[in-house]
């Protein structure tokens, strides 16, 4: 099954990465296809909207969520027993964008200490959330008392840990930020207790940042459910294979978009030209 569909990742993977040059953010994320059948990887992820499916891993631009590399999770992520799983899908999902000055935004699962410094030595910023447990991380921010909207940061070049307390403890990792740089967010929130009742919101800016460009493949998946050209299908190659026809027609149209310079098509327009030759093709065959 896997052979049936890997020469066309390899291909797409290639021509995604060739027709288009990416604006400076990137973000990479898993997301989920629908798929119940009978298939040896079909994952379980409560969050996802699909919850049951085929899982992918996709590097997309934040501003437009053009896809630039895609891969399929088979039942097995790493490629050595050195390398943890997170770090080998973004390794091999980055492999061909490092040392270009590209800035990564990755979560808490893939990031690490380890691998940040990886991607910085080859020119590769990585802004991230991050799990406190992380070997390597300072352990001690943890441990300090912290007020709401407080922040404590702990910095060696290149890396910068921060904990900032919000209605939760948020723990990032940068390679692109020297300090904390609270900066305002250009809101405001109404405080009962306090004069005057509406005051800024304030953030760090390396969270204001992750928050601004981690959405790449959330707005990728969010288009393509709108618009899907996929039908009910019992083999699951199958419903990969459609899947990717689907991202390979919505690249073609940021393309189109950006080389054309138009802001007004929408991705559901687009499409309508496709399937009007494909309609002429029929008619005259």
Not at 17 to 40: P, V
Not at 160 to 184: E, F, G, P, Q
Not at 259 to 284: A, D, Y
């Amino acid at each position: 099954k896997k052979k049936k569909i890997k020469n066309v990742v390899t291909y797409l993977n290639d021509k995604f990465q060739k027709m288009y040059k990416a604006d400076e953010n990137l973000s990479l994320d898993e997301s989920l296809i629908k798929f119940r059948g009978r298939l040896s990887y079909v994952q379980f992820i409560p969050k996802k909207r699909a919850r049951f499916g085929i899982k992918f891993y996709k590097l997309c631009e934040s501003k437009s969520g053009y896809c630039l590399a895609i891969q399929i999770y088979t039942g097995q992520d790493k490629k050595n027993e050195e390398t943890p799983a997170s770090e080998s899908v973004v390794l091999g999902l980055t492999e061909k964008i490092l040392g270009k000055g590209y800035t990564l935004y990755l979560d808490s699962w893939y990031s690490s200490p380890k691998l940040y410094l990886k991607l910085w030595k080859k020119k590769t910023n990585v802004v991230g959330t991050v799990r406190p447990d992380r070997k390597n991380f300072p352990k001690e921010l943890k441990k300090i008392n912290l007020k709401k909207s407080e922040v404590v940061t702990r910095a060696r070049r290149p890396l910068l840990a921060l904990r900032w307390k919000d209605k939760r403890d948020v723990y990032m990792l940068s390679t692109k930020h020297v300090n904390a740089n609270i900066k305002n967010t250009g809101k405001t929130r109404r405080v009962k207790k306090r004069r005057p009742e509406i005051e800024d919101v304030k953030k760090p800016e390396c969270i204001i940042d992750y928050k601004k460009y981690m959405g790449g493949v959330d707005r990728h998946d969010q288009i393509l459910a709108n618009f899907p050209i996929m039908r009910k299908f019992v083999k699951g190659y199958r419903k990969i294979f459609f899947y990717m026809m689907d991202m390979a027609l919505f690249n073609t149209c940021t393309l189109f978009l950006k080389i054309t310079n138009q802001k007004k098509v929408k991705f559901s327009e687009f499409l309508i030209e496709p399937c009007r030759n494909v309609t002429e093709t029929c008619r005259i065959i």
